[in-house]
């Protein structure tokens, strides 16, 4: 049995092309002790992919060329060896990659553990709010920006698929909240689930001044998915004690060289004794199920809504990769097998 | 009774010339009620002051022209309507300003509180590691950096007022640390202090790589007085989860405009979870009396030393404070009266 997988061609130098990644036939291996055969059904598009695929320092790991592509998906299970796996399972894993077949390892320790789709919920919610996503977006309010009811909390990339988890969560803690976009629809979309006030970011001329007006009182906490001239603007408009979370950087993580050249925070650091912190979901993974019980209680209650954008067919996942690179997307960018 | 006293002329456009203030005589207030006339004996020259002259948004409300310049002070009671103080009480306050006699209000709360000079110090220690740079010291490394023993600390502008005690505060968690200063004869006076190695930014073509050299498991926590570019070449090498405690920015803060251009933390932030924050030493003013209790133990037990740089004359106020900017002074500066 024959299956279809995209490996990194090569580190791209700037943005990824389609030719970052080809498409190769492989041979499914036989499954050793404790593993499970799954035909995927969903793979999940994400920003910390980037990283993956550059040859600078990273949390972890990245994909050598010649390797699979990583990612999470969701999946059907059609064979196994593990006693708690039953063909017929459903199973999601950040580490599914980019293919038709994956052999997993359910025992893997934290992020790369596959976990049961829960019944009650669309599978591949499990790939964007009741998943790394919505952790991200619990992690970075409940446990670093910690907004207080009233206070004003700015998210970055609002309608992508941590940003809208992020400003739900945000309401739902009492705060007022800022959401920037760079598409008015995108904007109604987040306006349409509760955010406050909306900033495009394409077709504002002085951001930081649009930011001042729609946060009079100072930007208590930032969420901040994209880098960027975002991150200056939002920066210059911090109040005493702020918290900011440094999330993403999809704003600039295609610039050559790496590094990100733009404000220094000393200032208003210093000015607004504002902490700055960066988050990177994996080290907050022992909070996962903390964090599923509360999101799948808000989402029962109508507080947390979400919105998917959904390619078809594997061969579209380069695609569907430069579109959730460039903004094309609306909602978490998904692929269905 | 006249008194001689500093004020400031106009806001300095790029960095303070010796007439941005002037020096004018004016007769001494009356006491009012729970008042003391100081005669002042040791003046201070810190950093913040240059933000007390800009009419850029600061933690707190500056100098206007024509007004009394801000700064801390030592000196002698010699008339007193408060039943507290004596005639020939010794006092501390940052509420001295650059003046030869003060009307001093000892009950003001917080900072501009006067205090008592402990009497087995020099009086102008209370300017120094066991003042306000010293309290500044303490909470950056007690407070927020919280090295760890065998951890690396490195800290900028090392051999000055909040420098020295930083350093050695590190040495006394049992941390490794690392000097940053503009000259050799600083930096020997660094080692002098027990701090491990040093880098002469004037000096050294490649900061960056010297930093990775003196710091091969990278950078735990980064106590930064200055800011600019040894801001960012320390910001290239931190560790995992390290602390970095925007304190001072010394080495931007004349530039026009006063925000400050270079390299952005988002990416190094992300990849080492890192956390940044601002300090403003007022802030932890509650922490006044528990730090200077152990600061006066470390200095009894000989594990805090101290260097000063001294000027004798209040007429030289504004070349002491120039000294200090460009970092001529060795050690913390004062001026005797």
């Keep these: 049995m024959m299956n279809r997988q995209w490996v990194l061609d090569h580190y791209p ?25 799954v035909r995927v059904q969903w793979l999940s598009l994400d920003p910390y992919m980037r990283g993956r695929i550059s040859p600078a320092q990273n949390y972890t790991a990245g994909v050598k060329p010649g390797g699979a592509m990583h990612g999470g998906g969701v999946g059907e299970v059609i064979a196994s060896s593990h006693p708690d796996w039953a063909v017929g399972d459903l199973v999601e894993t950040m580490a599914m990659n980019w293919q038709e077949y994956a052999v997993v390892t359910p025992d893997l320790p934290g992020a790369a553990r596959a976990n049961r789709v829960p019944k009650d919920v669309p599978p591949q919610a499990c790939l964007s709010w009741l998943g790394m996503p919505g952790l991200t977006a619990y992690v970075g309010l409940l446990e670093i920006g910690r907004p207080k009811p009233g ?22 803690m009492g705060a007022r909240v800022v959401a920037i976009a760079g598409s008015d629809d995108k ?3 987040c306006l349409g689930l509760g955010m406050d006030a909306g900033i495009n970011y394409r077709t504002t001329k002085d951001l930081d001044a649009a930011i001042a007006a729609a946060c009079p009182d ?3 906490v930032f969420f901040d998915n994209t880098g960027g001239p975002i991150h200056d603007a939002v920066l210059a408009n911090l109040a005493v004690r702020a918290r900011v979370i440094i999330c993403g950087r999809i704003a600039v993580v295609d610039k050559t060289p790496a590094e990100d050249i733009g404000l220094r925070a ?39 809504r979400f919105r998917e954008d959904v390619l078809d067919g594997l ?9 959730m690179m460039a903004g094309g997307n609306h909602g978490k960018q998904l692929v269905r097998l």
């Design 315 to 323: 061969e579209r996942m380069p695609e569907a990769f430069l579109r």
């Design 151 to 172: 206070e004003t909390v700015v998210v970055s990339a609002a309608s992508g698929a941590v940003g809208q988890v992020a400003g739900q969560i945000a309401k739902l």
């Design 266 to 304: 000393s200032a208003r650091l210093i000015v607004t004794r504002a902490t700055i912190q960066g988050l990177v979901v994996f080290d907050w993974w022992h909070l996962r199920d903390e964090a599923f019980k509360h999101l799948a209680a808000w989402h029962r209650s109508g507080h947390i």
């Design 218 to 220: 100072g930007v208590d």
């Design 13 to 37: 130098d700037g943005p990824a092309t389609l030719d970052t990644w080809r498409l190769i036939e492989t041979p499914i291996p036989e499954l050793g002790p404790r593993q499970i055969l």
């Design 187 to 189: 904007l109604a979309h």
